[in-house]
């Protein structure tokens, strides 16, 4: 007669048998939660970084205080916004054609003489980039909050796995078995599954697209000393977008020191990451050159040793 579990086997299942189940369930769980993940984090094929504007390129790569600044820079380089000598927002024009609701919203919000680090708690800017983020979603780019939790319930399963050990651990702990080989298998688990729980706030097609924009776009990096004049009011835009308040400092480093933009620069290219993204600043201060906005604003110009599973 064999003898499956000998006396004092924790929960009544040796050691090299739990061990053997669990290392199982664990590949299978990981491999399901890594698929799923994928799945969830795909995003559209279809999108290419062609297909967005300067203030969507802004907020994949940096959310919503780079959108901001990507909105104002593209404002400054149409002339329609400025800054006052007390550092107060002005606008010096009406809007062009073709504006966005954040351009409208942060044309409104210079209007009304708020500094530039106020942008982002006026209502309306709020409302814009609301409203920015949600066709972001729908387009597939960014990730919505039941993506997100979507993506998150993956690693739920690999959590119940590593609290399973864990209760293995200590009952066999406490019946005096070996337990270092279940140590070795659940401290990955949990690494696996804590990693698992992180989920980005963009697909991997959104990650696609902005590779191919820095890829042809490398030209309006501040690195590569570009003269944004030439490029418009939308080719600074997309600079700001796609390397950061850098990006402005370099186009009017007057109106950036007087607005207190902060730059931070990466190796002098204006860029930094955030969560895996490009977005802008630095402290660095430059004189303002002259050249007047309405309101009498001055703009700047230009493990173990032995034992099993418990």
């Known amino acids: 007669m064999r003898v499956l579990a000998a006396p004092g086997d924790t929960w009544g299942i040796p050691g090299p048998t739990f061990l053997g189940f669990y290392l199982l369930a664990g590949l299978v769980v990981v491999i399901g939660a890594i698929v799923h993940r994928r799945r969830v984090l795909a995003g559209p094929s279809s999108v ?22 990507t909105a104002l820079g593209g404002l400054r380089g149409t002339g329609v916004v400025g800054v006052r000598a007390d550092r107060r927002l002005a606008v010096g024009g009406s809007l ?19 500094y530039a680090r106020e942008l982002g708690r006026d209502r309306w800017v709020q409302q814009a980039l609301d409203q920015l983020r949600q066709g972001l979603e729908q387009q597939g780019l960014a990730l919505s909050a039941a993506r997100r939790h979507s993506a998150q319930r ?4 690999v959590f119940l796995l ?20 279940l140590v070795l298998a659940v401290i990955p688990l949990a690494i696996a599954s804590a990693l698992l729980a992180r ?34 009011a939308a080719g600074a835009a997309m600079g700001v977008a796609l390397f950061g308040t850098a990006t402005l400092w370099a186009m009017d480093p007057g109106f950036a020191e007087q607005a207190e ?38 703009c700047g110009g230009g493990g173990c040793g032995g034992g099993c599973g418990g």
């Open 48 to 69: 290419g970084g062609a297909q967005l504007g300067p203030q969507q390129v802004a907020y994949l790569n940096g959310g919503n205080q780079l959108a901001i600044w």
């Open 96 to 114: 062009p054609a073709g504006v966005t609701p954040l351009d409208r919203a942060v044309h409104h919000a210079a209007n009304q003489g708020l």
């Open 154 to 157: 993956g690693s739920f399963p």
């Open 162 to 181: 590593v609290l399973l050990g864990g209760f293995r651990i200590f009952a066999g702990l406490s019946n005096g078995r070996p337990v270092a080989f």
């Open 199 to 232: 989920v980005p706030w963009r697909t991997r097609a959104a990650e696609r697209a902005l590779r191919e924009l820095r890829r042809t776009n490398v030209h309006l990096a501040p690195a590569s000393g570009p003269a944004y004049a030439t490029y418009g």
């Open 261 to 298: 933009i902060q730059r931070q620069a990466l190796s002098g290219t204006g860029s930094t990451s955030v969560g895996g993204c490009s977005s802008g600043s630095s402290d660095s201060g430059s004189s303002c050159s002259g050249s007047s906005c309405s309101g009498g604003s001055s």
